[in-house]
């Protein structure tokens, strides 16, 4: 099985820089996602790690440590409409191809 | 082009009826999934397809609940004898193909049981 921990909320400033950290404890792991899912939306796309290190995709950044069972996205010059819940989500790979998620971090960015 | 699509968008019941929830994946793509987002909770994996054949029914909560596909596209998710703990938001994804590819949400549909 498996099981995915990150925060249940978070606040930051516009403008200013926020990590959002997951965790992750599987029996078979080939890879993590970031979804961004505004309220009533539907989950969309932001990165996908399968090695270690950090993936820089314009604003958003994503790093994976396989070792550690870790991962955490980077927002960097916060919108307002950056507001929404942040998905983490762990691929298991061959066997089994659906996503595991974390319960989603809900991030407010004020003024 | 189109992205995932989903109807209805939303659906109010009575307990103890039956539902059809539906799904319209990104054309070409193979592979189908259905999940769940109960409130304060994360997505839940229902079941996924591979063409029209199901693969992994692993998260199927109860024999209430079954899903085919037809044709290699539309897939249904059939809610039997409905229960208030069957109230939720129902996803559909579909990607490419399996194996790591990038899963597209469609919009859901918002089911509540009275």
């Known amino acids: 099985g498996q099981n995915i921990d990150q925060p249940t909320e978070m606040t930051a400033t516009e403008g200013a820089i926020v990590q959002i950290n997951c965790t992750y404890q599987t029996s078979g792991f080939n890879g993590l996602f970031w979804y961004q899912q505004h309220a009533g939306e539907a989950p969309t796309f932001l990165s996908y790690?399968?090695?270690?290190g950090l993936e820089e995709k314009g604003r958003f950044s994503s790093f994976l440590s396989r070792s550690k069972g870790y991962s955490y996205l980077l927002l960097k010059e916060l919108q307002m409409k950056d507001s929404a819940s942040y998905l983490c989500a762990a691929y298991s790979g061959a066997g089994s191809y659906q996503l595991t998620f974390g319960k989603g971090t809900k991030l407010s960015v004020i003024p | 082009g189109a992205g995932v699509s989903q109807s209805p968008s939303n659906k109010v019941t009575e307990k103890g009826k039956d539902v059809e929830l539906r799904c319209d994946p990104i054309?070409?793509?193979?592979?189908l999934y259905w999940y769940r987002q109960s409130l304060g909770q994360g997505l839940e994996f229902l079941i996924y397809?591979?063409?029209?054949?199901?693969?992994?029914k692993s998260g199927l909560p109860s024999d209430r609940f079954s899903a085919e596909r037809t044709g290699g596209s539309v897939s249904t998710l059939t809610i039997q004898r409905t229960q208030q703990e069957d109230s939720a938001v129902y996803l559909c994804?579909?990607?490419?193909?399996?194996?790591?590819?990038?899963?597209?949400f469609g919009p859901g549909t918002r089911l509540l049981v009275l």
């Open positions: 994804a579909s990607s490419t193909k399996t194996g790591g590819e990038t899963q597209y």
């Open positions: 397809f591979q063409g029209n054949s199901a693969p992994d």
């Open positions: 790690n399968v090695l270690d």
């Open positions: 054309s070409g793509h193979t592979a």
